[in-house]
T-cell receptor
Framework: QKEVEQNSGPLSVPEGAIASLNCTYSDRVSQSFFWYRQYSGKSPELIMSIYSNGDKEDGRFTAQLNKASQYVSLLIRDSQPSDSATYLCAGQYGNKLVFGAGTILRVKS | DGGITQSPKYLFRKEGQNVTLSCEQNLNHDAMYWYRQDPGQGLRLIYYSQIVNDFQKGDIAEGYSVSREKKESFPLTVTSAQKNPTAFYLC??????????????FGQGTRLTVV
C-alpha cells in the first residue's frame, strides 16, 4: 500500500457546488496532513494543513481528518472555475513529506 | 521577500551531461526536499535534508546527488547515470522538529529536458 492514496479523477462539479476530495493513508504516515493546489505547469501551493482529528475551516475550504478510518478530505464550497486544478494530499512519514498522485478537479461554469 | 528560489526555470541537458539545479531559501527553514514530477503524476521524493551537512535518500535517488553545505542552499545534481531525467523538479522547505507546524513551501520549479 502506498503511504498516501488519492483517486486521480477527474472530479467534475458545477459552479457553486461543493467539491469533495478524499485521501487515505497508511499506518506509517503520522498525523500531520496537508492539501496543496497545483495549476497546470506551476508548483504546488499550500492551501490547508490539519493536525488533529476533526474539521478545520478556512474560508471556502474545510479539511477533515478521521484518524480511526485513516482518511483526510478537503471540501470546497461554492466552487469556482478558478478552483479547477490538481489537488495533492500529503502526509508526514517520519522526516519525509509524502504525496498522493493528486486529484484533478474541474469546475464547470 | 521571504521565499524559495529555484533556478533556472528551464534547463536543457545533452545526453551524458551532468547538470545542477539550484535551490535557495531565506525562510530560515531547517528541512529541504527535492521532488520530481512527471506529466500527470504526483510528486516523488528524490532527496531530503533535515540539517546542514546531512541528507537522506528518498524513493528515487539513483542518478541524483545533493549537498547541504549551507542552511539556505540545497542544490541537486542530475548525473549522466539518470537515464530518464526529463521532468519537472521541485524544491521545498519546512520548519523541522515542531509537530504542529511542518508545512512545506515550494519553489517555482525547474523544467529539465534532455535534448
Amino acid at each position: 500500500q502506498k503511504e498516501v492514496e488519492q483517486n486521480s479523477g477527474p472530479l467534475s462539479v458545477p459552479e457553486g457546488a461543493i467539491a469533495s476530495l478524499n485521501c487515505t493513508y497508511s499506518d506509517r504516515v503520522s498525523q500531520s496532513f496537508f492539501w496543496y493546489r497545483q495549476y497546470s505547469g506551476k508548483s504546488p501551493e499550500l492551501i490547508m494543513s490539519i493536525y488533529s482529528n476533526g474539521d478545520k475551516e478556512d474560508g471556502r475550504f474545510t479539511a477533515q481528518l478521521n484518524k480511526a478510518s485513516q482518511y483526510v478530505s478537503l471540501l470546497i464550497r461554492d466552487s469556482q472555475p478558478s478552483d479547477s486544478a490538481t489537488y495533492l494530499c500529503a502526509g508526514q512519514y517520519g522526516n519525509k513529506l509524502v504525496f498522493g498522485a493528486g486529484t484533478i478537479l474541474r469546475v464547470k461554469s | 521577500d521571504g521565499g524559495i528560489t529555484q533556478s533556472p526555470k528551464y534547463l536543457f541537458r545533452k545526453e551524458g551531461q551532468n547538470v545542477t539545479l539550484s535551490c535557495e531559501q531565506n525562510l530560515n527553514h531547517d528541512a529541504m526536499y527535492w521532488y520530481r514530477q512527471d506529466p500527470g503524476q504526483g510528486l516523488r521524493l528524490i532527496y531530503y535534508s533535515q540539517i546542514v551537512n546531512d541528507f537522506q535518500k528518498g524513493d528515487i535517488a539513483e542518478g541524483y546527488s545533493v549537498s547541504r553545505e549551507k542552511k539556505e542552499s540545497f542544490p541537486l545534481t542530475v548525473t549522466s547515470a539518470q537515464k530518464n531525467p526529463t521532468a519537472f523538479y521541485l524544491c521545498a522547505s519546512s520548519i523541522r522538529g515542531r509537530l504542529s507546524n511542518t508545512e512545506a513551501f515550494f519553489g517555482q520549479g525547474t523544467r529539465l529536458t534532455v535534448v
